[in-house]
């Protein structure tokens, strides 16, 4: 078994230490954008994490009516002037904490007395040294170049804090359940690898998810990326019909990702017309309206509520990367031109 | 010759009517901003005007310390609850205002007490009756599908109204010679069209550009797109870094779009590294060491400094997306499956 698929199969485990592990200093950051009486938040982050902000732009602008907007890091390091930050709260999301333009966003928002938080995996990283609050995803090592642990937990963390800000109980109990939830996504190993057989010689493809699960699209569109090498480019539904429409044609692979929320029904139009246009797709979801057109399908498990269904449909979008990369006889253990900590500036 | 020709070469008239028509606007927005006191500002677009976005958010971010966030209009439309933006400047950028998704944003911030601005060619349309302020864009009609002239003048508006912030002297000069620097621009008509043949049978490929012009990457990649069906994905060097660079080996098609500023450095190493893997390389800048590194090259007039330089370097892409349509035999005023007026929710 390749350090990826053992990675990936470790998630409900890694999520389930982060619940356990972290809901005290979750409190602590919601207690301090209470008090703070923080008008918006900006977020720094690269790669999967980026994706990870993406969720935290629908998850705390909905459920905490927090806008977030992801922040440009070339503002703060290659301008002489960057944005002001006083009112906001800073937030950088990596795994490793190790990229320098993430840590002088969060450092840069520290010194104009902006609240700060870091998500990482590491406590003794840059990062996390950064910033006034931490969370912290107590994955254990991740090894495979590819982030898919460090990824869920990522979008655990974010949770955790939305529900120590909402103090929504309800939401809790949701929150609790995911560890099974992921537990049950993983039965898609099977279906991900005849899904994947199917793309053998795709080059490049559109990847459509909406609200929170845009997020997902943009993840699993990067471990297409990375893992199988294909050019895969996420859009949201909107986006996509002001003007990359153009592209649809016979055969265009189209990835759709749309579990059921209030998202589901636009994306299942658009899914609709792709297919009238020939286009060929593979449908992650759990409506079976959905699943139906597609020429292949990730069933996901059901009961998932749409706030937390970027993890388990990120789960389903990872065993195909994998298999994609092995399909293609490609190590998902090293793809090519990647290490595992990257620094930019 | 098409409408697209047509409407990319009346650029250099429409920047200069805008500049001529709208600076007591800009001087009143700019007074509104200053009274009001506003911690940040939230953009609602799509397509080309989500491009003229992200210009936004390097230009108001460094040149007048205001963090830009892009709104995510289904938050708006789809969720129960938006983020609050009473503090926050809400802005919507449609050249038609006619998208439901980007008028309910600007509509809920102004519902909210936010300031509201419109950045739309239609004095008359529904996002212009939705803000408390308007800058009007004064292209006249643009006929072709594809925005061209729209999406420069976009660009010349918030140049407008971030000189009104900064009343920097220094940049109202150099922003009353953009419309020559623009006329400069359309000689690359000649090398576009060389290049545009080498590019034939290109399927999809990356667009590279950072700080102010990652933009450009955006705008002239949904070109590519829209005219040329090429799959062409924008990325900045850090976000290409952190996982898409696995894509590269030999023969992927590259276009690096660079002129003279402070991301220069930054992405002429990539495109150096990119060249020695085997890539093939088209490069739109105005420094030699940059355009010798690419098999094609296009030369942009020097002396533009780097905060215009997008709307010139926009100029080039939009040359070569245009040609690359004709090469292929297309039609650029009929783009499939794209009409005018594109409404989303």
């Known amino acids: 078994m390749s350090q990826l698929a053992h ?15 972290e ?31 993406r969720y935290a732009q629908y998850l705390l602008g909905s459920v905490n009516r ?18 002001r930050l006083d009112q906001a709260m800073v937030m950088g999301v990596s795994q490793s904490g190790q990229s320098p333009d993430v840590v002088a966003v969060v450092a840069e928002g520290r010194r104009q007395g902006a609240l700060t938080l870091a998500i990482t995996n590491d406590p003794d990283s840059p990062l996390a040294s950064a910033t ?29 804090l939305s529900v120590a800000l909402s103090r929504d109980l309800d939401r809790q ?46 993840e699993v569109a990067l471990k297409l990326k990375e893992l199988a ?14 003007g990359p429409v153009a592209l649809v044609q016979r055969d265009l692979p189209a990835l759709i990702i749309a579990p059921s929320g209030a998202a589901l029904d636009n994306v299942r139009e658009l899914a609709r017309d792709l297919r009238d246009a020939g286009a060929e797709l593979l ?24 706030w937390l269904s970027p993890v388990t449909a990120a789960v389903a979008g990872q065993l195909l990367a994998l298999h994609l990369a092995q399909t293609r006889g490609l190590d998902p253990d090293q793809p090519r031109r990647l290490h595992k900590v990257t620094r930019t500036h």
């Not at 470790?10 to 389930?16: G, N």
């Not at 806008?67 to 002489?80: H, K, Q």
């Open 229 to 242: 090498y294909i050019a895969a480019e996420p859009y949201s539904p909107a986006d996509f019909l002001h």
């Open 7 to 21: 990675e990936i199969h470790e998630q409900p485990a890694a999520i389930q230490r982060l619940l356990d592990s």
């Open 132 to 160: 006034e609050h931490r969370l912290l995803l107590h994955t254990g090592p991740e090894h495979s170049v590819a982030a898919t642990k460090t990824y869920t937990s990522s979008l655990t963390a974010l949770a955790l």
């Open 173 to 218: 109990t949701e929150l609790d359940q995911l560890p099974q939830a992921v537990a049950t996504a993983l039965h898609l190993d099977g279906p991900a690898q005849a899904a994947a057989v199917r793309w053998r010689f795709a080059t490049h493809c559109v990847v459509l998810g909406r609200g929170y699960n845009y997020a997902t699209a943009s």
């Open 283 to 306: 449908v992650i979801s759990d409506d079976a309206e959905l699943l139906a057109l597609g020429q292949m399908a990730l069933d996901l498990p059901g009961q998932v509520p749409e």
């Open 66 to 83: 927090l806008p977030v907007g992801l922040a440009t890091p070339s503002l703060f390091t290659l301008y002489d002037t960057p944005p």
């Open 23 to 53: 809901i005290d200093a979750a409190d602590r950051v919601a207690q301090a954008i209470r008090s703070r009486q923080i008008q918006h938040v900006v977020i720094a982050a690269r790669g999967s994490s980026d994706s990870a902000a």
